[in-house]
């Protein structure tokens, strides 16, 4: 089971950080992934992050402003945003995969937390 939190409105150029905490013992076989889908959109990769941390890869709308990371003494993966734009607003999901690659697409994804919310005011 993954669990976002730590969405909510902000202006742009504001800062948040999501957290997805995941249940279960075999959190560090899983490489995971940030997601978003705007109204009207499809849902697209923000970033991705391999099973010990050493790997990670972002879309071009977020390069130099978002980071992920993750710690898997806690289950944990983590999304910094920063500089936040309006045109990042959507709802953000969490996921994981049983993969050593990190995907790009949704499909490879076995398991989606339910999404939380990030509208960014202009």
């Known amino acids: 089971q993954l669990v976002e939190s730590g969405g909510g409105l902000v202006q742009a150029g504001a800062s948040l950080r999501l957290t997805c905490a995941a249940s279960?013992?075999?959190?560090?076989?899983?490489?995971m992934g940030w997601f978003r889908q705007a109204p009207g959109k499809e849902r697209e990769l923000v970033a991705g992050?391999?099973?010990?941390?050493?790997?990670?890869l972002y879309s071009d709308s977020v390069k130099g402003r978002f980071t992920i990371s993750r710690d898997n003494a806690k289950n944990t993966v983590y999304l910094q945003m920063n500089s936040l734009k309006p045109e990042d607003t959507a709802v953000y999901y969490c996921?994981?995969?049983?993969?050593?690659?990190?995907?790009?697409?949704?499909?490879?994804?076995?398991?989606w937390g339910q999404g939380t919310q990030v509208p960014v005011s202009s």
């Open positions: 996921a994981a995969a049983q993969s050593v690659l990190v995907y790009t697409t949704a499909a490879p994804y076995d398991y």
């Open positions: 992050i391999s099973r010990n941390g050493g790997d990670t």
């Open positions: 279960g013992r075999a959190f560090s076989s899983y490489t």
